[in-house]
C-alpha cells in the first residue's frame, strides 16, 4: 500500500516568513496529492491540492510542487500569518481512492 | 455545497457499552464514505469505506465485529463502536466522497468529527 512520510513534524518561523513543508509517497500509481490544514478539535480543511498532470500550483500565499520523478510534494506558505498556525497534513491517492496521510506538521508562526 | 455532518459531535459512555456516529452528507450523495481515527497528536488513519448497499472493507488491523459499519443509504454511514474501552477514546472523523465529474478522482469533504471517551 502507499507510504507517505512527511517532515519537518514541528516548525516555527517568524511571521512574514515563508513555511515549507515536505512529503514523499511510495506508490508511483498516486496520483492526487491534497493538503489538509487541521485546528485543534477540527475537522481537516483542504487548503490546496495537486494532480498527476501538473508540476506546480498555487493560490494566493500557498502553493504546491509535485516531482513525480522523485515522488515527493512539497507546500509553500509566504508572508506566513498568526492564522497559518495549526497542523497541516500532506496526503496521497491513486487508483483506489483511498487517501493515505503523511504524520504532520505543527506549523507555529511566533509574531 | 458539500456539507457533511456529524452526529454526535462528543459522547462519552461507560467501558462495555456500544456507540454510534452518524455521518450524513447534506447536499449531495455518497455512494462512498470513509471512516478515519484519530488518536492525540497523531495522524488521521483510515479505519474503513463504507460502500451504500454493500459490505464495508476494513483496513487491516480494524476488527469489523467491533467497528460495525452501516451504509443504508446514499447520505448516511453510520459506525458502531461496539463494547468499548477506554482504549478506543479517539476522535473519529467520517468523509463522504463526491463525484466531481473527474475521471481520476473524486473529492472527499470532511465531517466535523466525534470525540469519543469511554470511561
Known amino acids: 500500500g502507499e507510504n507517505v512520510e512527511q517532515h519537518p513534524s514541528t516548525l516555527s518561523v517568524q511571521e512574514g516568513d515563508s513555511a515549507v513543508i515536505k512529503c514523499t509517497y511510495s506508490?508511483?500509481?498516486?496520483?492526487?496529492f491534497p493538503w489538509y490544514k487541521q485546528e485543534l478539535g477540527k475537522r481537516p480543511q483542504l487548503i490546496i491540492d495537486i494532480r498527476s498532470n501538473v508540476g506546480e500550483k498555487k493560490d494566493q500565499r500557498i502553493a504546491v510542487t509535485l516531482n513525480k520523478t522523485a515522488k515527493h510534494f512539497s507546500l509553500h506558505i509566504t508572508e506566513t500569518q498568526p492564522e497559518d498556525s495549526a497542523v497541516y497534513f500532506c496526503?496521497?491517492?491513486?487508483?483506489?481512492?483511498?487517501?493515505?496521510f503523511g504524520t504532520g506538521t505543527r506549523l507555529t508562526i511566533i509574531p | 455545497g458539500a456539507v457533511v455532518s456529524q452526529h454526535p459531535s462528543r459522547v462519552i459512555c461507560k467501558s462495555g457499552t456500544s456507540v454510534k456516529i452518524e455521518c450524513r452528507s447534506l447536499?449531495?450523495?455518497?455512494?462512498?464514505m470513509f471512516w478515519y481515527r484519530q488518536f492525540p497528536k497523531q495522524s488521521l488513519m483510515l479505519m474503513a469505506t463504507?460502500?451504500?448497499?454493500?459490505?464495508?472493507?476494513?483496513e487491516q488491523g480494524v476488527e469489523k465485529d467491533k467497528f460495525l459499519i452501516n451504509h443504508a443509504s446514499l447520505t448516511l454511514s453510520t459506525l458502531t463502536v461496539t463494547s468499548a474501552h477506554p482504549e478506543d477514546s479517539s476522535f473519529y472523523i467520517c468523509?463522504?466522497?463526491?463525484?466531481?465529474?473527474?475521471?481520476?478522482?473524486?473529492?472527499?469533504?470532511f465531517g466535523p468529527g466525534t470525540r469519543l471517551t469511554v470511561l
Open positions: 447536499d449531495f450523495q455518497a455512494t462512498t
Open positions: 463504507s460502500n451504500e448497499g454493500s459490505k464495508a472493507t476494513y
Open positions: 468523509s463522504a466522497m463526491k463525484n466531481s465529474g473527474r475521471a481520476s478522482y473524486n473529492e472527499q469533504f
Open positions: 506508490d508511483s500509481a498516486s496520483n492526487y
Open positions: 496526503a496521497a491517492t491513486g487508483g483506489n481512492e483511498k487517501l493515505t
